[in-house]
């Protein structure tokens, strides 16, 4: 009923940038919270960044001042501006997002894309 599908992963020097995004379709209602979240070999997924709705933003410490969570509502899509990355930000990134499903009645469910990987050499 619903997708995440995103895109912009690849391969990145230390320092550089990427830029992820994702685009949510199908029976869409409304969209409260997306966000990006990350897993790197042999550790478990871990919150990258979220933004609600009404643009609220919320970071993990280690992404702070280097990543930017943008998300344009009307497009269903949330992007991940990421800055200055380090090698330790290696990881499959996955997108995901709080969807109020298109159902009678309403429902509120939670998915995640597929991923896409991004690796950072030193």
């Known amino acids: 009923q619903v997708q995440l599908v995103e895109s912009g992963g690849g391969l990145v020097q230390a320092g550089g940038s990427v830029r992820l995004s994702c685009a949510a379709s199908?029976?869409?209602?409304?969209?409260?919270?997306m966000g990006w979240y990350r897993q790197a070999p042999g550790k478990q997924r871990e919150l990258v960044a979220t933004?609600?709705?009404?643009?609220?933003?919320n970071y993990h410490d280690f992404v702070k001042g280097r990543f930017t969570i943008s998300r344009d509502n009307a497009k269903n899509t949330v992007h991940l501006q990421m800055n200055s990355l380090k090698p330790e930000d290696t990881a499959v990134y996955y997108c995901?997002?709080?969807?109020?499903?298109?159902?009678?009645?309403?429902?509120?469910?939670?998915?995640w894309g597929q991923g896409t990987q991004v690796t950072v050499s030193s």
């Open positions: 995901n997002a709080e969807v109020q499903v298109y159902t009678f009645p309403l429902r509120w469910s939670n998915y």
């Open positions: 933004t609600t709705s009404g643009g609220n933003t």
């Open positions: 199908g029976t869409i209602f409304s969209i409260n919270v």
